[in-house]
């Protein structure tokens, strides 16, 4: 005991660098290298001040990252040396050696992690944040920041390899690779930190998890429409708002909001707003006044095109932006009323009007064959449309009425879209004809749009009862290439029988099956539906290329259990009670798992969509024409349903997919802001609890973690 303790105290006596009984090959040789080691680091240090200098007279200044990491590069070797050569006259060479290379590799590795760290925020901030295609555009500055992040850590680590194995028998061995252990594991995770913050500012396609907002307000108060989204996304000039509204109020907070989230989501310099406030910014006021003449000095004005060039604006009043109106204009206390904020719906239709130049897209309904008429407007119709016409003018849309009989000999030039509402009778053939001209011809580097919906008509022959003939539109559609079906699709547990619900098609890659299937709850109310869909293709017979034809809109027989029924003469009522008698024929017609009740028609692109088999991934191909089996969908009866605005936003999104709009899928709901007011007062028990329990929960935590640590070590 004696002599150990001895020795002991010996080590304890020893200089800073003990000497280590673990020598390896390398630590010898350069060990061997003696003097000469230390003075090729201090002549190494002097040329590496060619970094922080070049760094320098490039940008002009010293704040720049290469500037100070290329300074500690230098500096940090040149003391590395010298450390080294006053080490070497107290100490033996290898422990010499073992520190020189922990001290140097470990520091120069963490500098270098440093600079990988800092340059995506620094120098390629715009690289970074502009996602895979500014990725894609620079791949030199995404490889020189990966290597030195990577490169920097592995010195780092490969520094203490010297160290290895002598951390027993040194004390200062111990003390530096367990401090260097440390620290180089807390710059990890700040560079894994720092990469997650990097991806939480690009988009990665459906890799996209780290930049995702969760917004778990009741009604949403955060988040933009998927067809707002597809806007600011697809936006081809800048557009500057000039939020003209106190933000201490709720409206005020509730705008700032999302022009905050606009910005956030259009591309770079697409969107700007800027807050103009009356009090401070006067003069500011005074210019906008005169430069764009608004009526009012408070609301929105939105700006569409570059300073300079030509510019559209519109101005959104203040009352536009809410429905249940605030009681003052002062910040939000106790006697604020819940309102509904509208600023994405009317944002999103100043810039939609904006973009198109201020100019109204017609609308031409036809009439002369039975359709359904856009002057009823009467609730309970099922022969008007008027309720979704009145709507749609609301919307940048102007709607007409055309005659569509045998003297029709031309669409009207200024016709975007022709729609055909259920007709009772087949149209002319002069009338098909002029229709079919307008969907193949070009005027203005435009085709011409259409969407037809129609019914399960029934024409009376004497005592026999059949299916309207249509052939005239029906050959119309066949160029189309959609097949449409002489049935009548069925359900045998609702009442009436002839109600259905339908969905958009999961696997569909148009946009507006893809707009809606983003919500499990979106059903669209049909009535007296048929089947439409594309013709099967003849596997024997070269594929045709004329035109992309898809099912969007499908029936699934699911629980409803939905069949069809081609005997126009038996009644849906009656043929339901028959075979529900019969379980085994009801099973029969069940066969089939859903029906296409909608069909999309578009130009084929370019692409790998006209490789067979790959039809669906188009990605360029232009609309032409929509084709639904039903038309009493979108009746003022239905549009005055619960399902009135389901059925109203697909008729919506069907018009802008025609018309290439982004504004796809589900119209902006007004977002609820609620006050909520605590029912108890400041003496109350209630309240006491409320005040006193954290402070009493942080305490018992303390205790409780202090009493399991007494207990661990009384072990």
């Known amino acids: 005991m004696e002599v150990r303790q001895t020795m002991t105290n010996e080590h304890s006596n020893a200089p800073a660098l003990n000497t280590l009984s673990t020598n390896s090959s390398w630590i010898n040789a350069l060990a061997g290298l003696g003097a000469k080691l230390g003075m090729a680091l201090v002549f190494g240090g002097m040329v590496m001040a ?22 500690f590069l230098s500096g940090w070797t040149i003391l590395c040396g010298a450390m080294h050569l006053g080490n070497l006259a107290s100490h033996r060479s290898t422990d010499a050696v073992r520190f020189l290379v922990v001290a140097w590799g470990g520091g120069i590795g963490v ?59 040194s004390v200062t061995m111990r003390r530096i690779l367990y401090g260097a252990n440390t620290l180089i594991t807390t710059v990890l995770l700040f560079a894994i930190l720092g990469l997650i913050n990097v991806l939480s500012f690009v988009n990665l396609g459906r890799f996209d998890f780290f930049n995702t907002t969760f917004d778990y307000t009741e009604s949403s108060l955060y988040t933009l429409s998927s067809g707002t989204k597809d806007l600011l996304q697809s936006l081809d000039q800048p557009v500057l708002v000039y939020m003209m509204i106190p933000e201490s109020t709720l ?7 999302l ?50 060039g030509k510019q559209q604006h519109d101005f959104i009043p203040y009352d536009k932006l809410y429905s249940t109106p605030q009681r003052s204009m002062n910040p939000a206390d ?32 036809t009439s002369g064959n039975g359709e359904l008429t856009i002057a009823d407007t009467s609730s309970p119709s099922l022969e008007g449309i008027g309720m979704i016409t009145e709507q749609l003018a609301k919307t940048n849309y102007k709607t007409e009425t055309l005659v569509f009989d045998s003297k029709l000999t031309t669409i009207p030039n200024d016709a975007e879209v022709v729609i055909i509402a259920r007709p009772k009778t087949d149209p002319a053939p002069e009338a098909i004809q002029a229709l079919r001209e307008f969907l193949t011809r070009s005027v203005g580097g435009k085709k011409g749009k259409a969407v037809i919906l129609l019914d399960t008509e029934k024409t009376r022959l004497g005592s026999k009862v059949t299916w309207t ?6 050959a119309l559609l066949a160029e189309f290439q959609v097949q449409v079906g002489d049935n009548q699709l069925i359900n045998a547990r609702l009442r009436p029988s002839t109600n259905l619900f339908a969905k958009t098609n999961e696997s569909s890659r148009n946009k507006v099956a893809m707009a809606f299937n983003q919500s499990i709850m979106t059903n669209f109310m049909l ?34 259990r939905v069949f069809t029924e081609s005997d126009p003469s038996l009644d849906p009522g009656e043929l339901v009670r028959d075979l529900l008698g019969r379980p085994e024929e009801l099973v029969k017609r069940l066969s089939q798992p859903f029906y296409s009740v909608g069909v999309f028609v578009s130009d084929p692109g370019t692409g790998v969509e006209n490789v067979p088999g790959h039809e669906r991934m188009a990605t360029d191909a232009k609309p032409r024409l929509a084709v639904f089996g039903d038309a ?28 290439d709009r982004a504004d796809v899928g589900e119209k902006p709901k007004g977002s609820e802001r609620k006050t909520y007011n605590l029912a108890m007062t400041a003496g109350s028990p209630e309240f006491s609890r409320l005040k006193w329990m954290p402070l009493w929960l942080m305490l018992s935590s303390v205790g409780l973690l202090g009493g399991a640590v007494w207990v661990v070590r009384r072990r």
């Open 251 to 257: 409206i005020g907070g509730e705008s700032k909001t």
């Open 632 to 659: 009493s969908w979108i009746s003022n009866k239905y549009f005055n349903s619960q399902y009135g605005e389901n059925n109203y936003n697909l008729f919506y999104s069907t018009l802008s997919w025609l018309k």
């Open 259 to 308: 022009l905050d989230n606009c910005k956030a989501l259009a591309p770079k310099d697409a969107f700007a707003w800027q807050s103009v406030s009356r009090d401070r910014d006067q003069s500011e006021l005074s210019k906008l006044e005169k430069k764009f003449q608004i009526p009012d000095a408070l609301g929105f004005l939105v700006v569409y095109g570059a300073e300079g």
């Open 334 to 365: 106790e006697s604020s009323s819940n309102f509904s904020y509208l600023g994405e719906d009317v944002l999103r239709k100043s810039i939609i009007t904006l973009k198109e130049g201020k100019t109204e897209s017609k609308l031409y309904f």
């Open 527 to 560: 009535d007296s539906a048929r089947t439409v869909s594309p013709f099967p293709q003849n596997p024997s017979a070269p594929p045709r290329t004329a035109f992309q034809v898809e099912d969007v809109l499908l029936v699934p027989s699911g629980q409803l």
């Open 50 to 71: 060619v970094v922080p200098v070049s760094a320098y007279f490039q940008t002009k200044s010293i704040q720049n990252p290469w500037f100070f990491w290329g300074f």
């Open 469 to 474: 003939p249509l052939p005239n539109l029906k």
């Open 111 to 169: 500098a270098t992690t440093l600079l990988g760290m800092g340059l995506p925020f620094l120098n390629y901030a715009e690289i970074f944040g502009g996602g895979l295609v500014e990725w894609r555009k620079h791949p030199k500055e995404l490889l020189l920041t990966t290597t030195l992040l990577l490169g920097g850590i592995i010195l780092a680590f490969l520094s203490l390899i010297a160290a290895k194995g002598t951390e027993r028998e």
